[in-house]
């Protein structure tokens, strides 16, 4: 478990508890089926782009959408089943190419067409259907393939079907994004999975570009609700990739099963935050043309919340990026960062260190080994292989009792290139 | 006045008042002297970096600065002297190359000898010295450098000496900024002139980098104040390059000469606001690896405040920003922008322009000449000359009375480089 190691993640409670890492992402909880084809949605003739999850009969969906105004129509259908079925959902079908959004009531009739077809097919109430869209805004979707490819869609569902779902549902994306982790809560098997997409327009307010979730064991929907809420927060609500809010931010997370007794739902949440801790940090990990994942950790701060802003400011700020990127410890910007993020706090309390390496002690900058902060970000930034590595950033803002961390990734040169030429 | 060209600036009662461009930067006012010299305070054995602006006796000086819990030394030096005296400053010390910001007492210090080095040799109060610093925070002045300097620097001053400060105040900028207009209000003749420096870093938050106003009539302190305020508001404070809000920002306006009377003071904010757009503009224009100005402007909304934060907001979207550089009209980003803002509209209501080329009417695409935008696009942000060409964007969100601008420029490559190796 990588994740573990120094600073990194803010689960240090979690290396005590009873969750391990297993495979079968989001089809490793019992009960969930998953499929992924290609439709030809995306121009592409060999990615696939049509993805579905099947809960069990007992379900219950939690979700979380977008703050933006200029949501997608999808969206609009999802808040409104849900609030229709009080969470009860039985499946999601999610399609990439076309994201839906900007596309007036025709754009929200297909959700509506897509849905019935799906659920016709399932034989399940048309209401109990959810759809997630993504790809290029003010592009509907292309119905008729769409269509065409629900028989294949479900005659694919398989309890190993999480992999092929993970893909169907990138875009941009270089890699799948997967979890899957298993414990016993009081003699009983439980298993949390989930998959993941986006790498770009990722600045999840309240919710994340896509994210779907599920869990083997049943709980009240309040309870749910509630701890869903708390989990999005320090998780999919800790990333940025470019500051850029998407109109198709989703995060669905299904509980299906006999109801868990109260007193193992902290340790329930406990797995449901490494699970969508490591789904948000694998967003960020792959931001468009990024080398490397930026953790932040702010401590010393007066609430969770005050050192959540401050920590995803620092994350967001495009000259830190920048200057990760050139592997160049100009400190100040972190601390420029941090005071523009409009938190109050004292510059003389600041201590500051990037890696293990102390940079500032109580608001002044103290001498430090230029050069071996230089090598720490230059053995992260410039190695070149699969698994991106972690640059650490730790700041310390006063003697307060709380602390969050934010995710986000270096700024380069190829995120202007995929970004200067994405339509045409 | 090429700046008047359709739908730009934003002051289009401008055209019918009685300002007229002339030039002459901050000394083109009755009374007001500048220098600019080369200290010895940046690296280059070429570039100026040491500037002084002298105005009048009965000079009145408003001053904002940068809202950052973490704010350079200069600034607390700043408020502290412009309250003892109520705005009665008569001098301003810039120095380029060090920001001294994050450098604890000592940097206070530093910017104390500096002043009351400077208030000896000019046989002024040490009270009506003012300092700003910008250049690479946590970096204390070269000051036995700047000392030296500062019997060259009293000898320099002249009424002609604008360009020269203009020069000294730089650190990435690529060209000076400085605006210098004249009118005749109840047959007197006013001048407005200013100077401003800011290439990278800019997102200032109620101020803006390094910029400096002068004007040659009296007003009572609380209406000189009232109306730098608002100008700040719809200029400076309208403009982003990179979302990263400064640790030095200041924007100090002198006001001295004979009062004016009450009956002017509209007009004469006018030409204030008209400089200050100049000289905010300019500063956008001059981004760090930018290709052109972006000039945003939002109609329709229900107050100037939504209209600015929402125009800001597209300003200041990466994805908007790499698009426009890569002359690719995805316009499903600019409403992304404006869905994240935080401001309440309706998606059903809004229409946009790029350039004179209507792209969406009342919430849906319509059919558009996608190779005419594309060629609108190439000809702005392709054609390299001297002078940066503005693209224009235009968002109708609603039926409402008002209107705001924002500005900012592209994102290119070219600001990755200039970021990824600043200090090293």
Known sequence: MKEFTFLSIGLSNFESSTWSLISGGITAPYGFKASGIRAGLKNSEKKLDLALILAPEDA?????????????????????????????????????????????????????????????????????????????????????????????????LSDSGSRDAAKAILTTDLIEKEIAIEGYLGGRRVRIGGIAKGSGMIHPDMATMLAFLACDVGLPKKAWDDIIKRVVNSSFNAISVDGDTSTNDSFLAFCAGDVLDKEYFNELEMG?????????????????????????????????????????????????????????????????????????????????????????????????????????????????????????????????????????????????????????
């Open 60 to 156: 219950l969906c939690a979700g979380t959408f977008t703050q933006s105004r200029v949501r997608a129509n999808c969206i609009d259908l999802c808040i409104e089943r849900l609030l229709e079925t009080s969470g009860r959902a039985r499946a999601i079908l999610i399609n990439s190419g076309q994201a839906n959004a900007c596309t007036g009531k025709k754009g929200f009739e297909d959700s509506v067409i897509a849905t019935k077809a799906l659920a016709q097919k399932l034989g399940i109430s048309e209401s109990e259907v959810l759809i997630c869209s993504t790809g290029v805004i003010g592009e509907r979707i292309r119905m008729q393939n769409l269509l065409k490819g629900i028989d294949l869609l479900v005659d694919s």
């Open 272 to 424: 449901l935050k490494f699970a969508s801790t490591i789904l948000a940090k694998s967003i960020a990990r792959d931001g468009e043309g990024s080398n490397c994942l930026i953790e932040v950790k702010v401590e010393g701060a007066e609430s969770v919340m005050d050192a959540q802003i401050i920590a995803r400011t620092i994350c967001s700020s495009s000259l830190v990026k920048t200057a990760v990127h050139g592997c160049d410890p100009n400190w100040g910007r972190i601390l420029a960062a941090a005071g523009r993020s409009g938190i109050i706090f004292s510059p003389e309390d600041v201590s500051l260190w990037i890696g293990s390496i102390q940079i500032m002690s109580e608001g002044l900058p103290i001498e430090f080994d230029r050069k071996m902060v230089v090598r720490y970000m230059n053995e992260i930034v410039k190695v070149k292989n699969s698994n991106k590595e972690t640059l650490l950033i730790c700041l310390r803002i006063g003697t307060g009792n709380f602390e969050a961390y934010s995710w986000g990734c270096d700024l380069s040169s190829e995120y202007i290139h995929i970004n200067a030429d994405y339509t045409t």
